[in-house]
């Protein structure tokens, strides 16, 4: 079983920059796939990057302009949001799945075992 902790939300300008933290304990981050995932108010939770081993997985809306990272000696998982738009706005949370993998489960939230709490996120224009 494994804990995770996000942090890192806040308030920033449209062009700005943000990273999110997700910080795991219990386990090691590297024995699951770990996920982003975000929900704007009045929206369906959205799919935004994945990780697993080496490999990264983005959702078509953040392409080029967010990065998933980790770093072991802290057992931690990053989002890197650069060029923030106010359409960026939402609760971001991390998560971690032990299931069978594949592209198309990995971007589904069924797929993912644990989460956090989330963090907001709000960009102003």
């Known amino acids: 079983q494994v804990q995770l902790v996000e942090s890192g939300g806040g308030l920033v300008q449209a062009g700005g920059s943000l990273r999110l933290s997700c910080a795991a304990s219990?386990?090691?981050?590297?024995?699951?796939?770990m996920g982003w995932f975000r929900q704007a108010p009045g929206k369906e939770r959205e799919f935004v990057a994945a990780?697993?081993?080496?490999?990264?997985y983005y959702g078509d809306s953040v392409k080029g302009q967010f990065t998933i990272s980790g770093d072991n000696a802290k057992n931690t998982v990053y989002l890197q949001m650069n060029s923030l738009k106010p359409e960026d706005t939402a609760v971001y949370y991390c998560a971690a799945g032990s299931g069978l993998f594949s592209s198309s489960r990995i971007i589904t939230d069924r797929y993912y075992d644990y989460w956090g709490q989330g963090t907001q996120v709000t960009g102003s224009s």
């Open positions: 219990g386990r090691t981050f590297r024995s699951y796939t």
């Open positions: 990780m697993k081993w080496s490999s990264t």
